[in-house]
């Protein structure tokens, strides 16, 4: 079986490394790398510390306006396709990445198969929502990592080729898990002490395109009043300098972690504030009470089960949202995202279906 892997922005690195490794054990995998996220440290890190091999090809298609960026993703890939005539197109995510392989593919009639199928937000003023409904609905073969996925399939009217397979971010953090011996170390010659810690991102654009909301997450974090540690994300690191902010003293900013290196600082955080999809998780499975700034989350088990609140980009809501995770840590932690047999499933599947 030959398949066509699509990556670009970090998150998706992190998903497709425990699948690539189960793929390659008996099959042909070529990985194209559009180039969306380009940076040492929001791309190259990630290859090096999760063992991933290095791209096929690389788009370097880089930044733009959301129409530029796909549009050149849309061009580069389909010439790849062309040229390698896979038996499955494996996309992650949600990202402009993952729309611009679904579009290149369906119009190939090549066969799209997707990771982390089925999640929504309900909510259309989010790129990732419109990338990942797209992305599905041109899907062939749908991996699920929840009931709830599979559950916002059906209410879409898409049952076939749908497996509920758990979710592979699993996959990575057992394996991970076990690495970040030296990390711990190293943050902790940062000053950076388990236990001492809060750990919070903060990327999304109606966080950081909105001014008062940016304004009221940095005096948030001010009114705080406790160590957070921020890896900034390119995009805040722009708009902090466009707004002319500055981070308050107890905010322990750093260029963006590595992959070992958050799996560290997750694992000596006290609490987790955050807008980013695949922290909430993260920190679920790491057993850290979280609060997502953002009107609503994908991942509404961990909501569910009083591991994740929702808090509006307000100091007083930040607050109370911070207040509540730290003094109601529930005593249930249920197994919502599976054991970190998704790879090798949706590597049997794919074969099945080759
Ligand atoms: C993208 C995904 C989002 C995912 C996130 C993880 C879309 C629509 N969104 O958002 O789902 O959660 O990745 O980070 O695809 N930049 C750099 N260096 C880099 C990469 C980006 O400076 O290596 C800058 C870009 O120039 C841009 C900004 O960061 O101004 C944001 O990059 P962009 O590709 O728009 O996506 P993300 O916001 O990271």
């Not at 490394?17 to 008996?26: D, H, N």
């Not at 989010?126 to 709830?148: G, K, Q």
Request: glycine share 8%; proline share 5%.
């Amino acid at each position: 079986m030959k398949v066509l892997t699509v990556v670009g922005a970090r998150p998706q690195f992190i998903k497709a490394a425990p699948v690539s490794r189960a793929l390659r054990e008996g099959h042909t995998e070529i990985l194209v790398h559009t180039g969306q996220h380009y940076d040492e440290a929001m791309s190259d890190v990630f290859f090096a510390e999760l063992n991933i091999p290095q791209p096929n090809e690389n788009l370097g298609v880089g930044s733009g306006t959301h129409g530029q960026q796909t549009a050149a993703m849309l061009a580069a890939l389909e010439a790849q396709m062309m040229q390698h005539q896979p038996d499955w197109v494996l996309l992650y995510g949600d990202t402009n990445s993952t729309l611009a392989g679904a579009l290149a593919a369906a119009k190939l009639n090549l066969r799209v198969a997707h990771v982390e199928s089925g999640l929504r937000s309900y909510n259309r003023s989010m790129p990732e929502e419109i990338n990942r409904v797209l992305t599905d609905h041109v899907s062939a073969l749908l991996f699920c990592p929840t009931d709830a996925a599979v559950e916002n399939l059906k209410q879409e009217g898409i049952t076939a080729g749908v497996h509920h397979v758990g979710d592979v971010m699993v996959d990575a953090l057992l394996d991970g898990r076990g690495r970040i011996t030296e990390r711990v170390t190293a943050l902790q010659d940062e000053g950076i002490t388990p236990g001492k810690f809060w750990l919070a991102t903060i990327h999304r654009p109606a966080n950081t395109d909105d001014v008062n909301a940016l304004r009221g997450i940095v005096e948030g974090f001010a009114a705080l009043d406790h160590a957070i540690v921020l890896p900034v994300h390119p995009r805040l690191k722009a708009a902090l300098e466009r707004e002319n902010l500055s981070l308050p003293d107890n905010v322990i900013a750093r260029q963006p972690a590595s992959y070992l290196t958050m799996v560290a600082l997750l694992d000596g955080a006290e609490i987790v504030i955050t807008d980013s999809g695949g922290l909430q998780k993260e920190a679920y499975i790491m057993e850290r009470p979280c609060v997502t700034v953002r009107p609503e989350t994908e991942w509404v088990e961990t909501v569910q089960a009083g591991w994740n609140r929702l808090a509006e980009p307000t100091p007083s809501a930040l607050q109370a949202a911070v207040s509540a995770a730290r003094t109601n840590v529930p005593q249930n932690h249920p197994d919502f995202y599976g054991d970190g047999r998704a790879s090798h499933q949706i590597v049997a599947l794919l074969a099945d279906h080759a």
